[in-house]
């Protein structure tokens, strides 16, 4: 059994994590709170729209999708900060009642036991720090900021479809990963550099499921047995194939390290903001202190 002192400690850890991917160090929690969730709400509803409008063809695009786990993510990321925010709430309300001065060092201390050679903060402390739905959380982000993005320049770039613009492809192709990479820069969600293995499994998924697809006899929407004209594989050129390795294994990396980069440059600005409250708090602190005696 492990003292109270490394209990705390990896609760510390835990919470600390935690706070990464349900809160933003530029806007105030309420804020951040009702930010994700109207972005959810309008996702959702679009999506939903979608699903009644389309039906279960809706999913056979990649672009579906991807937006729908980006759906996804954006729900969790939201009910997860909705908990962290009750949690704030409910904690200045023990703190105003005069609770937390009863409290035991184990209050509020996940209550799991530890053998001491299976140290949860030394041997790999992030990845225990995290429960499931923020592992998950981290996950969809992955997919829906570096998948999204490779979805994005793909339909525009190299078009698997018409490349037309209205609202619906907007809203899939374009606010989506605007949104992503808003929320990536407002949050401190962590992002790390191997983990754009997630994305290109994700795509490699696609890819295997338009083979299946096409050789079951399946038809898009408008009843030609292919998804996109770029995968009809009735009639596939090698060149075709090319390009599509190429992008998985060059552009997958290329655009995990851009949303790489975002989240690096979001915490160069977030610590020289510090450093430069740093020398007024240090005053407030000394007026303090010469008030006080």
């Known amino acids: ?73 954006f729900t969790i990321a939201t009910i997860l900060s909705c908990i962290e925010k009750c949690n704030d709430l409910k904690k200045e309300l023990d703190s105003a009642s005069g609770e937390s001065d009863k409290e035991t060092p184990e209050d509020g201390i996940e209550m799991k036991i530890y053998d001491v050679d299976d140290d949860p903060v030394t041997t790999d402390g992030e990845r225990d720090a995290l429960g499931f739905g923020h592992k998950l959380l981290w996950f969809l982000h992955t997919i829906s900021a570096t998948g999204g993005l490779w979805v994005t320049v793909g339909y525009w770039g190299v078009p698997f479809e018409d490349g037309k613009v209205d609202a619906d ?43 299946v697809y096409w050789k079951l006899g399946g038809t898009n929407t408008e009843g030609k047995p292919y998804i996109y004209k770029v995968l009809n594989y009735d009639d596939f050129k090698a060149i075709t194939g090319v390009v599509l390795v190429v992008l998985l ?45």
């Open 169 to 211: 492809n907007l809203t899939k192709e374009v606010f989506s990963s605007v949104f992503v990479l808003m929320d990536t820069c407002l949050s401190l969600i962590p992002v790390r550099v191997v983990h754009f293995v997630y994305a290109l499994l994700y795509l490699a998924v696609y890819l295997l499921f338009s083979v």
């Open 249 to 293: 294994i060059v552009g997958v990396p290329l655009l995990h390290l851009f949303v790489f980069g975002i989240t690096k440059f979001r915490d160069y600005l977030h610590k020289k903001y510090h450093e430069r409250k740093k020398p007024y708090s240090g005053i407030y602190r000394m007026i303090s202190i010469i008030g006080d005696n």
């Open 1 to 73: 059994m492990v003292s109270d002192e490394f209990r705390i400690k990896h609760f510390s850890l835990r919470h600390s994590a935690q706070r990464e991917f349900t809160s933003s160090k530029w806007l105030a929690m309420p804020v951040f709170v009702v930010y994700r969730l109207m972005i959810a709400a309008y996702n959702l509803t679009w999506l939903i729209y979608n699903i009644y409008l389309k039906g279960a063809k809706l999913f056979i695009y990649i672009s579906n999708w991807s937006y729908t786990l980006f759906v996804v993510y």
